[in-house]
Nanobody
Framework: QVQLVESGGGLVQAGGSLRLSCAAS????????MAWFRQPPGKGQEFVAA????DYADSVKGRFTVSGDNAKNTVYLQMNSLKPEDTAVYYC?????????????????WGQGTQVTVSS
C-alpha cells in the first residue's frame, strides 16, 4: 500500500524558514513524479513546486526549493522568507508518470497534509 507522509509543518514568524518532508512507502517514486501543493484557508488547492525542482509557482519562486533523498524515498520543500500568505495546508503528491504537471487531477497518491502557519 502506497503512503505519503508529510512532516515539518508548524508556526513560524514572517521571514522565517521551515523544511517540509514527504516520505513515500510502498513504492519507489522518482522525484520527477512528485510535487508539492497547498491549500490556503478558504481557497482551493494550488500547485507549489515539482518534485524534480524543474517548476515552481511564481508566488514561491526564489524562496522555496525542492530537494530529495533517493535512498530514503523522500522529497523536501525548503521554505525561506516565509510570508503570511504562505499559510496553508501543504500536501505531497505522487503520480504514476513522470512530469505530471501542475494539475492535481494528474496525481494518484496524496499525503495527509501538514499545516504551515506564518504569523505577521
Amino acid at each position: 500500500q502506497v503512503q505519503l507522509v508529510e512532516s515539518g509543518g508548524g508556526l513560524v514568524q514572517a521571514g522565517g524558514s521551515l523544511r517540509l518532508s514527504c516520505a513515500a512507502s510502498g513504492r519507489t517514486f522518482s522525484r520527477n513524479a512528485m510535487a508539492w501543493f497547498r491549500q490556503p484557508p478558504g481557497k482551493g488547492q494550488e500547485f507549489v513546486a515539482a518534485g524534480g525542482g524543474t517548476d515552481y509557482a511564481d508566488s514561491v519562486k526564489g524562496r522555496f526549493t525542492v530537494s530529495g533523498d533517493n535512498a530514503k524515498n523522500t522529497v523536501y520543500l525548503q521554505m525561506n522568507s516565509l510570508k503570511p500568505e504562505d499559510t496553508a495546508v501543504y500536501y505531497c503528491a505522487a503520480a504514476m508518470m513522470w512530469f505530471p504537471g501542475r494539475s492535481p487531477s494528474q496525481y494518484d497518491y496524496w499525503g495527509q497534509g501538514t499545516q504551515v502557519t506564518v504569523s505577521s
